[in-house]
Protein backbone atom coordinates (compact mmCIF):
# COMPACT_ATOMS: atom_id res chain seq x y z
CA UNK A 1 0.00 0.00 0.00
CA UNK A 2 1.36 3.57 -0.71
CA UNK A 3 2.07 5.71 1.38
CA UNK A 4 -0.48 8.35 2.47
CA UNK A 5 0.00 11.61 0.96
CA UNK A 6 -0.08 13.43 4.10
CA UNK A 7 3.08 11.40 5.49
CA UNK A 8 6.45 10.92 4.07
CA UNK A 9 7.26 8.93 1.48
CA UNK A 10 9.22 5.72 2.19
CA UNK A 11 12.18 7.26 1.21
CA UNK A 12 12.49 10.58 1.69
CA UNK A 13 14.83 11.56 3.04
CA UNK A 14 17.95 12.32 0.38
CA UNK A 15 21.66 12.74 1.21
CA UNK A 16 24.40 13.51 -1.62
CA UNK A 17 21.69 12.10 -3.83
CA UNK A 18 21.42 8.56 -2.49
CA UNK A 19 17.87 8.23 -1.40
CA UNK A 20 17.33 6.68 2.41
CA UNK A 21 15.07 3.35 2.07
CA UNK A 22 12.36 3.33 5.75
CA UNK A 23 13.79 0.03 5.99
CA UNK A 24 17.51 1.55 7.11
CA UNK A 25 15.86 4.90 9.37
CA UNK A 26 13.72 1.80 11.22
CA UNK A 27 17.20 -0.01 11.43
CA UNK A 28 18.78 2.81 13.25
CA UNK A 29 15.65 3.86 15.36
CA UNK A 30 15.32 0.12 16.63
CA UNK A 31 19.11 0.10 17.58
CA UNK A 32 18.47 3.53 19.76
CA UNK A 33 15.00 2.38 21.58
CA UNK A 34 17.86 -0.81 22.05
CA UNK A 35 19.99 1.36 23.73
CA UNK A 36 17.26 2.69 25.70
CA UNK A 37 15.82 0.03 26.86
CA UNK A 38 19.32 -1.03 27.97
CA UNK A 39 19.92 2.01 30.02
CA UNK A 40 21.66 4.24 27.93
CA UNK A 41 20.58 7.69 26.89
CA UNK A 42 19.28 8.29 23.44
CA UNK A 43 21.66 11.28 23.20
CA UNK A 44 24.55 8.57 22.68
CA UNK A 45 22.99 6.41 20.77
CA UNK A 46 21.43 9.05 18.04
CA UNK A 47 25.39 10.64 18.06
CA UNK A 48 26.42 6.96 16.94
CA UNK A 49 24.03 7.03 14.04
CA UNK A 50 25.32 8.07 10.67
CA UNK A 51 24.70 11.99 10.17
CA UNK A 52 22.41 11.03 6.78
CA UNK A 53 20.29 9.21 9.10
CA UNK A 54 20.08 11.20 12.21
CA UNK A 55 17.15 13.14 11.55
CA UNK A 56 14.90 10.76 10.39
CA UNK A 57 16.38 7.75 13.58
CA UNK A 58 15.34 10.68 16.02
CA UNK A 59 11.86 11.22 14.55
CA UNK A 60 10.89 7.59 14.64
CA UNK A 61 12.69 6.84 17.71
CA UNK A 62 11.27 9.52 19.85
CA UNK A 63 7.63 8.19 18.67
CA UNK A 64 8.67 4.81 19.43
CA UNK A 65 9.26 5.74 22.74
CA UNK A 66 6.09 7.87 23.67
CA UNK A 67 4.59 4.17 22.70
CA UNK A 68 6.86 1.75 24.38
CA UNK A 69 4.79 0.70 26.89
CA UNK A 70 2.09 0.09 24.29
CA UNK A 71 4.34 -1.51 22.08
CA UNK A 72 5.93 -3.70 24.88
CA UNK A 73 2.63 -5.53 26.15
CA UNK A 74 1.13 -6.14 22.58
CA UNK A 75 4.35 -7.80 21.75
CA UNK A 76 3.59 -9.95 24.66
CA UNK A 77 0.15 -10.68 23.21
CA UNK A 78 1.87 -12.07 19.96
CA UNK A 79 4.52 -13.98 22.11
CA UNK A 80 4.94 -15.14 25.33
CA UNK A 81 8.82 -15.32 24.83
CA UNK A 82 10.85 -12.02 23.48
CA UNK A 83 12.92 -12.95 20.94
CA UNK A 84 16.44 -11.81 20.90
CA UNK A 85 17.65 -7.95 22.25
CA UNK A 86 17.68 -6.99 17.75
CA UNK A 87 15.01 -8.84 17.09
CA UNK A 88 12.60 -7.91 19.38
CA UNK A 89 13.75 -3.91 19.78
CA UNK A 90 13.00 -4.48 15.92
CA UNK A 91 9.65 -5.71 16.79
CA UNK A 92 8.40 -3.23 19.39
CA UNK A 93 9.78 -0.25 17.30
CA UNK A 94 6.88 -1.07 14.32
CA UNK A 95 4.10 -1.99 16.68
CA UNK A 96 5.22 1.43 18.47
CA UNK A 97 4.84 3.20 15.15
CA UNK A 98 1.89 1.36 13.71
CA UNK A 99 -0.73 0.57 16.72
CA UNK A 100 -2.34 4.18 16.57
CA UNK A 101 -3.53 4.19 12.36
CA UNK A 102 -4.08 7.84 13.23
CA UNK A 103 -1.04 8.68 14.55
CA UNK A 104 1.42 6.34 12.46
CA UNK A 105 4.32 8.28 10.60
CA UNK A 106 3.52 5.81 7.29
CA UNK A 107 0.93 3.15 6.61
CA UNK A 108 0.63 0.24 8.83
CA UNK A 109 0.97 -2.19 5.71
CA UNK A 110 4.57 0.03 4.86
CA UNK A 111 5.89 -0.04 8.21
CA UNK A 112 5.42 -4.00 8.12
CA UNK A 113 6.86 -4.80 5.16
CA UNK A 114 9.90 -2.10 5.56
CA UNK A 115 10.83 -3.52 9.33
CA UNK A 116 10.65 -7.19 7.78
CA UNK A 117 13.02 -5.95 5.19
CA UNK A 118 15.07 -4.18 8.03
CA UNK A 119 15.48 -7.71 9.67
CA UNK A 120 16.20 -9.68 7.10
CA UNK A 121 19.09 -6.90 6.05
CA UNK A 122 20.29 -7.15 10.03
CA UNK A 123 22.73 -9.55 10.43
CA UNK A 124 21.83 -10.30 14.23
CA UNK A 125 17.90 -9.47 13.89
CA UNK A 126 17.90 -11.90 10.12
CA UNK A 127 17.14 -15.30 11.59
CA UNK A 128 14.38 -13.60 13.29
CA UNK A 129 13.19 -12.15 10.10
CA UNK A 130 9.97 -14.96 9.85
CA UNK A 131 9.07 -14.39 13.58
CA UNK A 132 8.80 -10.72 13.26
CA UNK A 133 7.07 -11.05 10.06
CA UNK A 134 4.34 -13.81 11.89
CA UNK A 135 3.83 -11.20 14.44
CA UNK A 136 3.21 -7.82 12.34
CA UNK A 137 1.21 -9.50 10.20
CA UNK A 138 -0.99 -11.10 13.19
CA UNK A 139 -1.39 -7.61 14.75
CA UNK A 140 -2.59 -6.11 11.41
CA UNK A 141 -5.20 -9.05 11.50
CA UNK A 142 -6.10 -8.66 14.89
CA UNK A 143 -5.41 -5.60 15.68
CA UNK A 144 -8.66 -4.28 17.28
CA UNK A 145 -8.76 -7.23 19.77
CA UNK A 146 -4.86 -7.26 20.58
CA UNK A 147 -5.14 -3.45 21.45
CA UNK A 148 -7.82 -4.29 23.99
CA UNK A 149 -6.41 -6.78 25.81
CA UNK A 150 -3.52 -4.35 26.30
CA UNK A 151 -6.22 -1.80 27.91
CA UNK A 152 -6.05 -3.07 31.16
CA UNK A 153 -2.23 -2.05 31.50
CA UNK A 154 -1.70 1.10 32.81
CA UNK A 155 2.12 1.17 31.32
CA UNK A 156 0.24 0.05 27.77
CA UNK A 157 -2.23 2.88 28.61
CA UNK A 158 -0.09 5.79 29.95
CA UNK A 159 3.20 4.65 28.59
CA UNK A 160 5.23 5.45 31.53
CA UNK A 161 6.44 2.95 34.55
CA UNK A 162 3.57 1.89 36.74
CA UNK A 163 5.71 3.99 39.60
CA UNK A 164 5.81 7.27 37.60
CA UNK A 165 2.18 6.88 37.25
CA UNK A 166 1.38 5.84 40.77
CA UNK A 167 3.87 8.76 41.68
CA UNK A 168 1.82 11.21 39.71
CA UNK A 169 -1.74 9.96 41.06
CA UNK A 170 -0.58 11.07 44.40
CA UNK A 171 1.13 13.73 43.72
CA UNK A 172 -1.21 15.90 41.29
CA UNK A 173 -4.42 13.94 41.71
CA UNK A 174 -6.40 16.14 39.85
CA UNK A 175 -4.46 16.46 36.58
CA UNK A 176 -2.15 13.31 36.32
CA UNK A 177 -4.07 12.02 33.71
CA UNK A 178 -3.49 15.56 31.43
CA UNK A 179 0.03 15.20 32.79
CA UNK A 180 0.75 11.64 31.33
CA UNK A 181 -0.79 13.02 28.02
CA UNK A 182 1.09 15.72 27.90
CA UNK A 183 4.26 13.35 28.09
CA UNK A 184 3.21 11.18 24.93
CA UNK A 185 2.74 14.21 22.66
CA UNK A 186 5.14 15.96 20.75
CA UNK A 187 6.59 18.96 22.10
CA UNK A 188 6.24 22.22 20.55
CA UNK A 189 8.72 24.52 19.22
CA UNK A 190 9.33 27.73 21.32
CA UNK A 191 12.07 30.68 20.69
CA UNK A 192 13.13 33.83 22.62
CA UNK A 193 14.42 36.76 21.04
CA UNK A 194 17.69 38.14 22.25
CA UNK A 195 16.21 42.03 23.55
CA UNK A 196 20.09 43.42 22.97
CA UNK A 197 19.72 42.21 19.19
CA UNK A 198 16.08 42.72 17.94
CA UNK A 199 12.40 42.79 19.27
CA UNK A 200 9.86 40.44 19.02
CA UNK A 201 7.88 42.73 16.75
CA UNK A 202 10.47 43.07 14.47
CA UNK A 203 11.44 39.00 14.30
CA UNK A 204 7.79 38.29 14.08
CA UNK A 205 7.81 40.74 10.54
CA UNK A 206 10.90 38.84 9.61
CA UNK A 207 9.16 35.52 10.25
CA UNK A 208 6.30 36.00 8.50
CA UNK A 209 8.03 37.70 5.61
CA UNK A 210 9.83 34.04 4.97
CA UNK A 211 6.16 32.26 5.60
CA UNK A 212 6.73 31.17 9.48
CA UNK A 213 3.83 31.65 11.45
CA UNK A 214 4.63 32.17 15.30
CA UNK A 215 2.60 33.72 18.00
CA UNK A 216 4.11 35.24 20.99
CA UNK A 217 4.18 33.51 24.27
CA UNK A 218 5.63 35.53 27.57
CA UNK A 219 7.43 38.19 27.76
CA UNK A 220 10.02 37.10 24.78
CA UNK A 221 8.92 34.33 23.45
CA UNK A 222 7.47 32.84 19.86
CA UNK A 223 6.06 30.04 19.48
CA UNK A 224 6.24 28.38 15.81
CA UNK A 225 3.33 27.28 14.58
CA UNK A 226 5.28 24.08 12.80
CA UNK A 227 8.60 23.17 14.05
CA UNK A 228 11.46 23.91 12.07
CA UNK A 229 15.54 22.95 11.97
CA UNK A 230 16.97 26.19 13.56
CA UNK A 231 19.18 26.99 10.75
CA UNK A 232 16.30 27.57 8.57
CA UNK A 233 14.83 29.98 10.75
CA UNK A 234 15.76 33.82 10.28
CA UNK A 235 18.04 35.24 12.68
CA UNK A 236 19.35 32.25 14.25
CA UNK A 237 22.68 32.58 13.35
CA UNK A 238 22.89 35.99 13.69
CA UNK A 239 22.03 35.53 17.44
CA UNK A 240 18.60 37.28 17.41
CA UNK A 241 16.74 34.40 18.64
CA UNK A 242 17.35 31.14 20.79
CA UNK A 243 15.07 27.99 21.07
CA UNK A 244 14.08 27.71 24.76
CA UNK A 245 10.71 26.66 25.89
CA UNK A 246 8.05 28.88 27.64
CA UNK A 247 8.20 27.69 30.76
CA UNK A 248 11.83 28.10 31.10
CA UNK A 249 12.16 31.30 29.80
CA UNK A 250 10.30 32.22 33.20
CA UNK A 251 13.25 31.92 35.06
CA UNK A 252 15.13 35.11 34.24
CA UNK A 253 12.26 37.58 34.79
CA UNK A 254 11.65 35.67 38.07
CA UNK A 255 14.82 36.49 39.45
CA UNK A 256 15.38 39.76 37.91
CA UNK A 257 12.34 41.69 38.87
CA UNK A 258 13.11 44.32 41.48
CA UNK A 259 16.41 42.95 41.65
CA UNK A 260 19.00 45.91 42.60
CA UNK A 261 22.76 46.08 42.85
CA UNK A 262 24.40 47.29 45.59
CA UNK A 263 25.38 51.11 45.33
CA UNK A 264 28.84 50.90 43.36
CA UNK A 265 28.57 48.16 40.89
CA UNK A 266 26.62 45.73 38.51
CA UNK A 267 24.29 42.95 39.40
CA UNK A 268 26.29 40.55 40.29
CA UNK A 269 24.71 36.61 39.28
CA UNK A 270 25.50 32.93 39.63
CA UNK A 271 24.12 30.60 37.55
CA UNK A 272 25.09 27.39 39.56
CA UNK A 273 24.19 24.53 36.72
CA UNK A 274 24.24 26.83 33.52
CA UNK A 275 24.83 24.21 30.74
CA UNK A 276 23.77 24.73 28.05
CA UNK A 277 23.48 28.01 28.86
CA UNK A 278 20.05 29.29 28.10
CA UNK A 279 19.08 30.71 31.12
CA UNK A 280 22.33 32.42 31.80
CA UNK A 281 22.17 34.03 28.19
CA UNK A 282 18.66 35.24 28.93
CA UNK A 283 20.08 36.69 32.29
CA UNK A 284 22.67 38.79 30.49
CA UNK A 285 20.00 39.42 27.45
CA UNK A 286 17.77 41.39 30.26
CA UNK A 287 20.48 42.73 32.49
CA UNK A 288 23.69 44.48 32.36
CA UNK A 289 25.13 41.70 35.13
CA UNK A 290 28.96 40.18 36.08
CA UNK A 291 27.44 36.49 35.79
CA UNK A 292 29.44 33.24 37.11
CA UNK A 293 28.02 30.42 35.05
CA UNK A 294 29.14 27.07 36.74
CA UNK A 295 28.72 23.36 35.09
CA UNK A 296 30.52 20.73 36.89
CA UNK A 297 30.97 19.13 33.50
CA UNK A 298 33.49 20.52 31.52
CA UNK A 299 32.28 19.71 28.08
CA UNK A 300 29.00 20.77 28.72
CA UNK A 301 30.74 24.02 30.25
CA UNK A 302 32.12 24.53 26.90
CA UNK A 303 28.50 24.40 25.36
CA UNK A 304 28.06 27.44 27.53
CA UNK A 305 30.55 29.61 26.01
CA UNK A 306 29.02 28.34 22.35
CA UNK A 307 26.06 29.86 23.40
CA UNK A 308 26.71 32.79 24.29
CA UNK A 309 29.36 33.65 21.31
CA UNK A 310 26.52 32.99 18.89
CA UNK A 311 24.49 35.72 21.09
CA UNK A 312 27.01 38.31 21.98
CA UNK A 313 27.12 37.76 25.31
CA UNK A 314 29.96 36.72 28.00
CA UNK A 315 30.40 35.43 31.43
CA UNK A 316 32.86 33.95 33.38
CA UNK A 317 32.38 30.33 32.68
CA UNK A 318 33.73 27.66 35.37
CA UNK A 319 34.05 24.15 35.07
CA UNK A 320 33.29 23.12 38.76
CA UNK A 321 30.79 21.50 41.59
CA UNK A 322 28.50 23.77 42.52
CA UNK A 323 28.55 22.37 46.21
CA UNK A 324 32.53 22.32 46.54
CA UNK A 325 32.20 26.26 46.69
CA UNK A 326 35.90 26.71 48.03
CA UNK A 327 37.31 25.19 44.64
CA UNK A 328 35.53 27.82 42.43
CA UNK A 329 33.99 31.51 44.79
CA UNK A 330 36.46 34.45 45.04
CA UNK A 331 34.60 35.31 48.63
CA UNK A 332 31.96 38.22 46.98
CA UNK A 333 28.71 37.42 47.41
CA UNK A 334 26.41 37.33 44.49
CA UNK A 335 22.95 39.66 44.56
CA UNK A 336 21.07 36.86 43.03
CA UNK A 337 21.52 33.09 42.32
CA UNK A 338 20.02 30.35 39.45
CA UNK A 339 19.65 27.08 41.02
CA UNK A 340 18.53 25.06 38.09
CA UNK A 341 18.65 21.93 40.06
CA UNK A 342 19.30 18.98 38.80
CA UNK A 343 16.53 16.49 38.80
CA UNK A 344 14.38 13.48 37.26
CA UNK A 345 13.52 15.81 34.38
CA UNK A 346 9.87 14.38 34.15
CA UNK A 347 8.62 17.42 33.36
CA UNK A 348 10.30 17.53 29.63
CA UNK A 349 9.51 13.96 28.85
CA UNK A 350 8.22 15.01 25.54
CA UNK A 351 11.18 16.16 24.84
CA UNK A 352 12.97 13.33 26.13
CA UNK A 353 11.29 10.39 25.90
CA UNK A 354 13.81 8.04 26.73
CA UNK A 355 13.78 9.25 30.17
CA UNK A 356 10.38 7.67 31.33
CA UNK A 357 11.92 4.53 30.89
CA UNK A 358 15.61 5.26 32.43
CA UNK A 359 14.36 6.48 35.67
CA UNK A 360 14.18 4.06 38.22
CA UNK A 361 12.17 4.76 41.64
CA UNK A 362 14.88 5.69 44.07
CA UNK A 363 16.13 8.65 41.79
CA UNK A 364 13.77 10.99 42.84
CA UNK A 365 15.11 10.69 46.60
CA UNK A 366 18.52 10.56 45.35
CA UNK A 367 18.63 13.97 43.59
CA UNK A 368 16.46 15.30 46.18
CA UNK A 369 19.31 14.78 48.64
CA UNK A 370 21.57 16.58 45.65
CA UNK A 371 19.13 19.54 45.79
CA UNK A 372 19.05 20.47 49.35
CA UNK A 373 23.34 19.97 49.12
CA UNK A 374 23.02 22.73 46.91
CA UNK A 375 20.74 25.01 48.49
CA UNK A 376 22.94 24.91 51.97
CA UNK A 377 26.09 25.24 49.73
CA UNK A 378 24.68 28.20 47.93
CA UNK A 379 22.56 30.17 50.55
CA UNK A 380 25.18 31.31 52.32
CA UNK A 381 26.76 33.02 48.84
CA UNK A 382 23.90 35.44 48.74
CA UNK A 383 23.65 38.96 50.47
CA UNK A 384 20.88 39.75 52.68
CA UNK A 385 18.73 41.64 50.68
CA UNK A 386 19.67 38.92 47.66
CA UNK A 387 17.81 36.43 45.95
CA UNK A 388 17.48 32.82 45.13
CA UNK A 389 15.55 31.33 42.52
CA UNK A 390 15.36 27.49 42.78
CA UNK A 391 13.99 25.40 39.99
CA UNK A 392 13.77 22.50 38.55
CA UNK A 393 12.29 20.90 35.43
CA UNK A 394 10.35 18.07 37.25
CA UNK A 395 6.88 17.79 38.57
CA UNK A 396 7.68 15.71 41.14
CA UNK A 397 6.42 17.03 44.52
CA UNK A 398 9.41 15.88 45.98
CA UNK A 399 11.76 17.79 43.87
CA UNK A 400 10.25 21.09 44.28
CA UNK A 401 7.64 22.29 46.84
CA UNK A 402 8.88 20.08 49.10
CA UNK A 403 12.64 21.00 49.20
CA UNK A 404 11.44 24.26 49.41
CA UNK A 405 9.43 24.09 52.53
CA UNK A 406 12.41 22.05 53.95
CA UNK A 407 14.32 24.72 53.03
CA UNK A 408 12.78 27.34 54.50
CA UNK A 409 12.05 25.14 57.68
CA UNK A 410 15.41 25.28 58.59
CA UNK A 411 16.54 28.84 57.29
CA UNK A 412 14.88 31.32 59.25
CA UNK A 413 16.52 33.93 56.92
CA UNK A 414 14.59 32.94 54.02
CA UNK A 415 11.52 34.54 52.79
CA UNK A 416 9.58 32.95 50.04
CA UNK A 417 8.77 35.41 47.45
CA UNK A 418 5.66 35.24 45.21
CA UNK A 419 6.65 32.58 42.12
CA UNK A 420 4.88 30.43 40.36
CA UNK A 421 4.95 27.10 42.23
CA UNK A 422 4.51 23.81 40.19
CA UNK A 423 3.69 24.63 36.70
CA UNK A 424 1.77 21.10 35.15
CA UNK A 425 2.68 20.32 31.11
CA UNK A 426 0.40 21.74 29.05
CA UNK A 427 -0.25 20.44 25.73
CA UNK A 428 -2.57 21.91 23.00
CA UNK A 429 -3.31 18.08 22.43
CA UNK A 430 -4.01 17.20 26.20
CA UNK A 431 -7.65 18.35 25.83
CA UNK A 432 -7.66 19.65 29.89
CA UNK A 433 -6.79 23.34 31.25
CA UNK A 434 -4.60 22.92 34.05
CA UNK A 435 -5.65 25.85 36.60
CA UNK A 436 -2.47 28.71 37.13
CA UNK A 437 -0.73 27.60 34.14
CA UNK A 438 0.54 30.19 32.04
CA UNK A 439 -1.07 30.70 29.06
CA UNK A 440 0.09 28.17 26.05
CA UNK A 441 2.12 25.12 25.40
CA UNK A 442 4.85 24.23 27.71
CA UNK A 443 6.94 22.20 29.65
CA UNK A 444 6.47 21.31 33.39
CA UNK A 445 8.53 23.23 35.84
CA UNK A 446 8.79 24.38 39.70
CA UNK A 447 9.91 27.74 40.39
CA UNK A 448 10.64 28.99 44.30
CA UNK A 449 11.90 32.45 44.88
CA UNK A 450 13.74 32.77 48.34
CA UNK A 451 14.70 36.18 49.81
CA UNK A 452 17.76 36.43 52.11
CA UNK A 453 16.62 38.80 55.37
CA UNK A 454 19.11 40.83 56.71
CA UNK A 455 20.35 39.66 60.34
CA UNK A 456 18.23 42.07 63.12
CA UNK A 457 20.36 44.47 64.64
CA UNK A 458 22.54 43.35 67.96
Given at each position: M???P???P????R?G?S??????????A??????????E????????????????AQ???????????????????????????????????????C??E????????T??????????????????????????????????A??????????????????????L???????????L????????????????R???P????A??SA???????????L????????????????????????A????????????????????????A?????????H?????????????????R??????????????????A??????????D?????????????????????????????????????????????A???????????????????FR??????????????????????????LPS???????????P????D???????????????
Amino acid sequence: MPASPSRPPVTGEREGGSSLPLWRQLQAAARVVQAVRAGESATPALARVPTELRPAAQALSFHALRQLGRAEALRRQLARRAPPGDADALLCTALALCWQEAEAPYESFTLVDQAVEAAKRSPAAAPQSGFINACLRRFLRERGALVAATDGDPVALWNHPRWWIERLRKDHPQHWRAILRAGNSPPPMTLRVNVRRSSRPEVLRAWRSAGIEASAVGEDGLLLAKPRPVHQIPGFREGQVSVQDAAAQLAAPLLLEGLQPLPGGPLRLLDACAAPGGKAAHLLERADADLVALEVDPQRAARIADTLQRLGLSARIVAADAAAVRDWWDGQPFDGILLDAPCTASGIVRRHPDVRWLRRPGDVARLAAQQDRLLAALWPLLRPGGRLLYCTCSVFREEGEQRVQAFVAHNKAAALLPAPGHLLPSSGGSGEAVRDNPEGDHDGFFYALLEKRAAPAA
